[in-house]
């Protein structure tokens, strides 16, 4: 048992943060045999939603006109602008670089012919197993919508046959807009009306309950925008108290809220056309008070939110922190977020999801973390040894596997 001292201290946090499998709470991914719902290569990679906004910051084309044309072609011009007529500094753009170069292509080729060729001679099921193992990601939660009739397809005729790819029941269309929505529950086969009466409330329970058994869902899953509260007399509020929570807390799942997303501030950008603003944590600190027995995955997107959102946590241990959810996975911001995390709430958080969209996202999102992540812990450990505390390599083995995956499947309170 190795005690650590000033000298092999960065050495062993960097190699335990470098080798840790890592379970990947949150992502967009699917698996291979959801046909064109799994997307990989870089044409996916460099049509981004991330890589579309930043494109429109210099191109001066019409939206419609970007968007009518093919994806190799969206992708071609994504390259020139971001790559060739500008140097790729941005998160989303070196993330890119980052993909091509631990696949081992040549990033000064600046060919996207040679970056597709490369790629497409690789069998796919060799190449995913390849990105897993690159990434050091040993499992991904998925974003799964039964109200998406292409998913639910998917579902209803295949299901998931790779165990590595978990699911999570997203209730976005529920709870979001269900004035909109509830005819795609009696679709579905559910007597539901426009109004919550209790007849409602117990189909849309059993709605729940069914898909959560169908896709053996991990967690429920919603986004919620920065004017989310409850209590309220509104859908998202009612249905919320009245199906999810009771349902969440008889299956015993946690329900993870993703809060501060402004939807479509500029609806000609498509995916690209989301922002953010600042929430109010009395919404959580009511549902973590009045739901002991229920537990909640928290991330908020607003900057402004994260350091009442780790006081929020030390008053409730039914609330797990997680991630620098997108506009937040920016180096700086995750190294203080990080930082501020540690110091606050220990190691009982869950710092980083990677929010993959595209297969290889897996790579470039936990490299960039890895690294950050080894820094901050770094100086922690640092302090302990100034303090005279002697940490062994196991422990500190120990605590990054807490913060990579045991802390969620702990919280979830299932095994991997
Ligand atoms: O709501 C979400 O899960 C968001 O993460 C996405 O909708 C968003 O488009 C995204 O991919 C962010 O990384
Ligand atoms: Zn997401």
């Given at each position: 048992m190795a005690v650590i001292n000033q000298d092999n201290l960065t050495m062993v946090i960097t190699k335990e943060v470098e080798r840790v499998q890592v379970?990947?709470?949150?992502?967009?991914l699917y698996p291979p045999g959801f046909g064109d719902m799994f997307l990989y290569g870089i044409d996916e990679l460099l049509t981004y939603h991330y890589l579309i906004a930043e494109f429109f910051r210099y191109a001066t084309m019409d939206y419609e006109k970007f968007f009518s044309l093919s994806k190799m072609q969206q992708a071609e011009l994504i390259y020139q602008t971001l790559f060739i007529k500008h140097s790729p500094v941005s998160e989303a753009q070196r993330g890119v670089l980052t993909v091509l170069k631990e696949l081992g292509l040549d990033v000064n080729k600046r060919d996207l012919r040679v970056f597709r060729e490369q790629i497409s001679i690789i069998p796919v099921m060799e190449y995913v197993n390849r990105i897993f193992a690159l990434a050091g990601v040993k499992e991904v939660i998925m974003t799964n919508d039964p109200f998406d009739s292409t998913e639910r397809q998917w579902w209803e005729k295949v299901g998931n046959k790779d165990p590595r790819f978990k699911a999570a029941l997203r209730l976005d269309p529920l709870l979001n807009d269900y004035e909109k929505n509830y005819k795609e529950l009696i679709k579905l086969g559910y007597r539901v009306d426009?109004?919550?009466d209790e007849n409602t409330i117990s189909e849309i329970k059993r709605y729940l309950k069914d898909w959560v058994k169908k896709i053996n869902a991990v967690y429920m899953a919603v986004s919620l925008p920065p004017d989310f509260t409850v209590p309220e007399d509104s859908y998202c509020s009612r249905i919320l108290e009245l199906c999810v929570l009771p349902i969440c807390k008889e299956v015993k799942i946690p329900l993870a809220l993703m809060i501060g997303v402004k939807r479509s501030?500029?609806?000609?950008?498509?995916?690209?056309a989301d922002s953010l603003g600042k929430a109010d944590i009395r919404s959580i600190e009511y549902l973590c008070r009045t739901y002991p027995e229920n537990k909640f995955l928290v991330t908020m997107l607003?900057?402004?939110?994260q350091h009442e959102l780790v006081v929020t946590a030390r008053k409730f241990r039914n609330l797990m922190v997680f991630g620098c959810w997108w506009f937040l996975n920016n180096p700086d911001m995750v190294k203080e977020i990080t930082s501020m995390r540690l110091d606050t709430l220990?190691?009982?958080?869950?710092?980083?999801?990677?929010?993959?969209?595209?297969?290889?996202h897996l790579i470039y999102k936990w490299v960039h973390f890895r690294k950050i992540i080894a820094g901050v812990l770094t100086k922690k450990y640092q302090l302990l040894l100034e303090n005279g505390w002697r940490v062994t390599e196991e422990e500190i083995k120990r605590d990054i596997e807490d913060l990579f995956s045991n802390n969620f499947w702990n919280f979830v309170g299932r095994n991997s």
């Open positions: 379970t990947d709470i949150h992502t967009h426009r109004c919550l501030v500029n609806p000609y950008l498509g995916l690209a607003s900057k402004e939110n220990g190691l009982s958080f869950i710092p980083q999801h990677s929010d993959a969209r595209v297969l290889e």
